[in-house]
Every structure is written in structure tokens, then in C-alpha cells.
């Protein structure tokens, strides 16, 4: 074990042996990554060390149209402490070839997510320093302070922000056109550094000198590990003074702007600053337990254009995700049906979001951002929308909470799905003979495993890939319990099912049936994908011995403490580790490399074939879910990240914050592995308050 790995396990281990994050130090290194989400689509993030090691890092990074249209504003700032003629730095850069400057990372005496990023700083012997980032939610506002916890001298902070100003995906480098000049009134400073961006705002109740400066040769490590332009210039219009002595430095990063601009004094900066805290205090404390907080980041506010009202979506993941059709609604039940009635009105307004854009009975799989078109090129996407409508459904009706309009609003589109895939639709997607789905044509990715680098689809799955029929033919349950009638594909794809795709010698189900569109052709590829005919779904397709034997082998075979590979290791195409340039590493994504996501499906399936017993929900937690939510503890803090390595150690990589990787996790808990009366989980701990409340 590594000293990394070591370090992370004790940061993730509670007296009880359990995993949390909560009330816990983090591992300080580069690799351990904050965010902090203004439920608009903008966020800060960086790391514990504070060196900025992505292109996504940054103070202020907000959404010009929710959640899309972002900008970064603010990447980050340099700050030191000057005690008489010493100077003493609290942070640090990493500049081209790779050299870090200056070393502050033994000075941070500790660092922790909770409630909000916060850290404590030696620099020198007899000065601390306590230092918070925090963002307002539901506005793109970043919050900093610093307090002088202990000094031996007067100790002056001293504040360098540095500033691009461009597409988050993009890199900013020197240039004549950024402009410097500040608007001044009092304590507010507003900078516009190009047209046609938001403008940034700062209250503080410091002293700010116009002092500009081009910063050149910032170095991010994980673009230039993927084989991308990783270097970056940053440009910087002052600096800004505190006497710490005196109180708290505050400085708030905003990309809202006042209509009418006025002047804050000392005393209101400080003031504004209190109330930031104290109502992020107040929302961070209801929530029960890390995995519910964490949920709370991806369901963010969608605001199509001026004209239109806003409404709900979800975000796939941070960084670099917006909003998918397959990632919100493999997400949905889990972020908001797991939840209790605070979150119902979030899946209404998600589902409507969506609803209102079925096309030939697809749903995109992404929405348009910067005037493009919706994207609809996936099979499953509209499925999982009506396994989440159904589900959202039966919730609403027992909590007697979707009204008249809204169900039927919801209901048409289940219907539009249904009737389009039965008559047929884009890239080969329609109903067969045998009551099973087809889909796909060369060159387009149309399953949730879809890696594609150029002209190459890494894995293809032309036909009728397995868990396409399993969504499916759960759709058709849904489609039956709304519209009062069984669609006539129903029994005859359960009977095709059970027969194709199961092989008593093989001892798993095929991955793909009518292969490439040739009939009788086969993919028996091992692969988690079958999970889905198993668990996961409200319909599982095959018996009970049929399922035991898929998930003794899925265990065997594919588990790992963080979830199932992606493929069996004995497979010749097997991809071990997911690292490497964006060929290597697209050709490694779908091949072996683990899933967190998938063990929703094995664990309810895993659930259900020992008869959901209490006994059996304990063991599935200790054995499955709580090595996950140890995850937590490093990497993307407090979150669970996308993907990890398929080779021990396996970890964690991609995207560092995702949505799915939580969702299920959280619907895990809450749900499938509840137990009444067990002081385990937080579902126990909600049953608690609710008992105590009445």
C-alpha cells in the first residue's frame, strides 16, 4: 500500500470502522479535489494543496445561461503574509516544465471539507492562519476568508487574484485585448475583462492597488497527462490588503452584478460575509449524512433561453459534464426518489424539462449549449426517462403530490417513447419480430457505452444489446401501468429474452443478440451490462437461478471495492488501467475499467436473490457499499468519482464528481439496503428524525 493510499484509509475510517468525510481531515495532496456548486451549473473547485491541476480549477467559474454557457472568471490567487520586512506565502503555483513555487504544502497543518473547504496554515513559526471557500447557492457567488488564528507579529495578508476569462474547455495566454481597468465604489470592485463574458465582482473589506501584470507558463498536470495543451497565462489587475490584526479578511467573487452599483463599507463586507455563512450553515446542516449532500450538488436550475421559464435538470458530473438525458434519469431516482417530499418537486420539473423534447419517441442525450441542436443519439436514453417518469409516478401518487397537468404531460411522453420505438426511429433504433430492440449503424454510439475516438466506436454493440432489452421491456411494464393496456411486444420479448440470451454451458448472458444486425449472431462478451436483466430494474427477466449463477460469476469475475470492470480481466481485449494520452484512455474506458454506478443493479439483484432479507442487507452494506463510500474520502472529495482503474489499486479517475456514481449509491441506502429499526445508514437516521419529529 502507498503512503497516499495508507494516509486516505485513515482519513476515511470512522472509531466504528465505518467510511465518512464528514468532521474528518483529507488527504493533502494534489490528486484530493474539492468542488463547491452554485446549483446554477458554476462552481469553484481545486485541490487540497490548492495548486490548480486542471483547466476546471478555478475560484469563480459560473453559468451564463444555467447550466451551460460557462465561464471561468477567476482561476485562482496568490496570497502571502508580510510580518515587518518577512514575507511569508500561503500558496502556490505549478508553472511549465513542472515546477512548483513556491512550497507552501508543508505549512498546511490541516485541511477538511466540512462544512466547507477550509484550511490551516503554519508559514512561519507563531502565525496561523485559518482560510475558507465556500459559493452561495443559487447564485454564482464564491466567498474566501482568512483569520489570524495565532501571531507573534502584525501580520498583513496580501491577495494577487489572477483572472482569464474564458470557455471553461478553453486556455487563456497573453494577449492585448484583456482589459485591466476596474470600476471602484468603496469596497466594490468590478472587472470586465472581455465583451460578451460576465464581468467579475468583488466585495471586500480590504484595499485594493491597480497593480496589472501578465502571469505566464501556469502548468495543469491532468490535461498534460491526457497529451492536451496544458499551460495557460493568467492576467492579474492588483492586489488587494488586509491588516489581520484588525479582523477577517473577506473577499467575495461574484459574476451577479448589482443594477444599481453602490459602495460597501468595511463593516458590510464583513456583515455580507457572516450571512453567506451562516445560511450555508444552516441548508448544509439538514442534510443527513455525506451522500445526501453530495447528491444536493448535481441537481441545478435549467434556463433554456431569456424567454423561457426556468426549470430543473441534472448535471452528469463536474467538472467538465452539463446535462445528459442518460445521466439524469439513470440519476434521478436516486437524487430525488430517494429523498422524501423535499425533492419530489425537483423530479416533476426534471421530467417536464425533458418531456417537452421527444422527437420521434427519442429524448437527447444532450442539450444544446452555445446554439447547437439537442443531440439524439441514444438507444437508451428515452427508456431510462420512462423508467424514471414511472417511477416518479407511482411516488407522486402515494404522496398524492404531481398534479393533473403535470402526470399528464409526464404520461404523453411515456406514450410518445413507446409509440416511437414501436414504429421505429433514428440510427436503426425500432422493434423486431421477436419483441426485442434494435438499434444502431456504423460509426454512431448509441449505448451508455460509448467511447468514440474520430471515426472509431470503440465498442460498437450494433444489434440488441442486453440491457437495451431489459429497459425496454420494463418500459412496457410502465407503459401498461399508465395507459391501462399491455403492449403486444410485452410477452413475446419476455419469451425471446429467456431464450436468446441465456446459455446453460456459457453460465452468463450474452452482452449482444443479432450482432452487427446478423441474425443468430452473437457477442458473449462478459460484461456487467446483463446486471440490468438481473437487478436494477422494477422487472428482473430471468428466474432466480438463473440470477444467482450471473451474479456468483459477476462477484468473481468483476467486483472490486469499487464497483464491477467494465469487462472480465481474462478477456483479450482487457484494459487494466485507464491512463495514458485520449486514444489510450477512450480505448480503455468501456474495456475493464470500473464502474461505480453498476453497483446499484448487482447489489439489488444481489439483495433479491437471498431474499431481501435484513440479514442480507447488512452483509450486501458491510460487504459492497461501504468499501465504496470509503471512495469518498479521497480523489473527488466527498463525492464518488466516474470511473476507476480495473487493476488494483483501482483508482480513481475520470470524472472526479459524478452524478450516477452518488445516485445509486444514495438509492443503495436509502432504499434497496434500508432496514427498519437498524442504526445503519442514513435512511435509519431519517427514520429517526421523523420519529422524533412526531
Given amino acids: 500500500m502507498t503512503r497516499r493510499e495508507s494516509a486516505a484509509r485513515r482519513a476515511s475510517e470512522r472509531p466504528d470502522g465505518k467510511a465518512t468525510t464528514q468532521g474528518q481531515a483529507c488527504v493533502i495532496d494534489d490528486r484530493s479535489e474539492w468542488i463547491e456548486p452554485d446549483g446554477l451549473g458554476g462552481y469553484a473547485s481545486g485541490t487540497a494543496t490548492g495548486i490548480n491541476t486542471r483547466r476546471y480549477h478555478a475560484l469563480l467559474l459560473a453559468s451564463a445561461r444555467p447550466p451551460v454557457e460557462r465561464y471561468v472568471l477567476v482561476n485562482t490567487l496568490e496570497a502571502w503574509i508580510e510580518c515587518g520586512t518577512k514575507v511569508y506565502p500561503l500558496t502556490s503555483q505549478r508553472y511549465a516544465p513542472g515546477i512548483t513555487h513556491p512550497i507552501v504544502t508543508t505549512s498546511i497543518q490541516g485541511f477538511s471539507i466540512d462544512p466547507w473547504p477550509t484550511w490551516d496554515i503554519q508559514p512561519a513559526p507563531g502565525v496561523r492562519i485559518r482560510h475558507e471557500r465556500l459559493v452561495r447557492h443559487g447564485e454564482p457567488t464564491t466567498l474566501l476568508t482568512w483569520s489570524l488564528i495565532d501571531s507573534d507579529c502584525p501580520a498583513q495578508l496580501v491577495v494577487r487574484l489572477l483572472m482569464s476569462g474564458r470557455d471553461y474547455h478553453s486556455l487563456h495566454h497573453a494577449n492585448a485585448a484583456f482589459r485591466f481597468d476596474s470600476d471602484i465604489w468603496g469596497g466594490r470592485i468590478q472587472w470586465e475583462p472581455y465583451a460578451g463574458i460576465p464581468p467579475i465582482v468583488a466585495i471586500t473589506n480590504g484595499d485594493y492597488e491597480h497593480r496589472p501584470d501578465w502571469y505566464r507558463g501556469f502548468l495543469y498536470e491532468e490535461e498534460r497527462s491526457r497529451g492536451q495543451d496544458c499551460v495557460e497565462d493568467l492576467a492579474s489587475p492588483g492586489v488587494l490588503r488586509w491588516d489581520l490584526t484588525q479582523g477577517p479578511a473577506v473577499l467575495a467573487l461574484s459574476a451577479k452584478v448589482d443594477d444599481d452599483p453602490h459602495e460597501w463599507t468595511p463593516n458590510a463586507a464583513v ?84 418531456a ?262 447488512r452483509e450486501a452494506r458491510e460487504r459492497f457499499l461501504e468499501p465504496l463510500l470509503a471512495s469518498m474520502a479521497f480523489d473527488g472529495l466527498g463525492h464518488i468519482s466516474e470511473i476507476a482503474d480495473g487493476d488494483p489499486p483501482h483508482v480513481g479517475r475520470g470524472c472526479p464528481f459524478q452524478a450516477w456514481s452518488v445516485a445509486e449509491a444514495l438509492r443503495l441506502d436509502r432504499d434497496v439496503l434500508c432496514v427498519e429499526g437498524s442504526p445503519i445508514g442514513e435512511c435509519a437516521k431519517d427514520k429517526r428524525k421523523v420519529a422524533k419529529r412526531r
Avoid at 444467482?548 to 464491477?564: C, D, F, I, Q, S
Fill in 271 to 354: 456583515s455580507l460575509a457572516d450571512r453567506i455563512k451562516r445560511a450555508e450553515r444552516t441548508r448544509r446542516a439538514a442534510f443527513v449524512g455525506p451522500l445526501q449532500r453530495a447528491a444536493d450538488a448535481y441537481v441545478v436550475v435549467r434556463q433554456p433561453s431569456s424567454e423561457e421559464p426556468a426549470g430543473k435538470t441534472i448535471i452528469a458530473g463536474y467538472p467538465w459534464f452539463t446535462d445528459w438525458g442518460r445521466d439524469t434519469f439513470i440519476s434521478l431516482r436516486g437524487l430525488c426518489l430517494t429523498r422524501g417530499a423535499e425533492r419530489l418537486d425537483d423530479a416533476r420539473d426534471i421530467l417536464l424539462t425533458w
Fill in 356 to 617: 417537452s423534447l421527444v422527437s420521434e419517441g427519442m429524448l437527447p442525450n444532450r442539450l444544446p449549449d452555445r446554439g447547437t441542436e439537442p443531440e439524439y443519439n441514444a438507444a437508451d436514453a428515452s427508456l431510462w426517462f420512462v423508467l424514471a417518469a414511472g417511477a416518479y409516478l407511482g411516488v407522486s401518487r402515494a404522496a398524492k403530490h404531481a398534479g393533473a397537468e403535470s402526470r399528464k404531460a409526464i404520461i404523453r411522453a411515456i406514450s410518445e417513447v413507446v409509440e416511437g420505438y414501436s414504429r421505429g426511429t433514428r440510427y436503426g433504433i425500432g422493434l423486431d419480430r421477436d419483441g426485442l430492440i434494435r438499434a444502431g449503424v456504423a460509426g454512431v454510439q448509441l449505448t451508455w457505452m460509448d467511447a468514440k475516438v474520430g471515426d472509431w466506436v470503440v465498442t460498437p454493440r450494433i444489434g440488441k444489446p442486453v440491457e437495451l432489452q431489459a429497459l425496454w421491456l420494463n418500459t412496457l411494464r410502465v407503459y401498461a401501468e399508465v395507459s391501462g393496456a399491455e403492449h403486444p411486444a410485452f410477452a413475446i420479448g419476455m419469451e425471446s429474452f429467456a431464450e436468446r440470451y441465456w446459455d446453460e454451458k456459457r453460465g452468463w448472458l450474452c452482452d449482444v443478440v443479432d450482432a452487427d444486425h446478423k441474425p443468430g449472431v452473437l457477442d458473449e462478451s462478459f460484461r456487467p451490462n446483463q446486471l440490468y436483466a438481473v437487478g436494477g430494474l422494477p422487472l428482473a427477466l430471468v428466474n432466480e437461478s438463473i440470477c444467482a449463477r450471473v451474479l456468483e460469476r459477476v462477484e468473481r469475475t468483476l467486483m472490486t471495492p469499487k464497483g464491477p470492470r467494465s469487462l472480465a480481466p481474462d478477456d483479450p481485449g482487457y484494459r487494466g488501467r485507464y491512463e495514458g494520452d485520449l486514444l489510450a484512455r477512450d480505448g480503455a474506458y468501456h474495456m475493464g475499467t470500473v464502474w461505480p454506478y453498476l453497483i446499484g443493479p448487482f447489489v439489488e439483484a444481489w439483495v433479491r436473490t437471498r431474499g431481501g432479507t435484513p440479514d442480507s442487507k
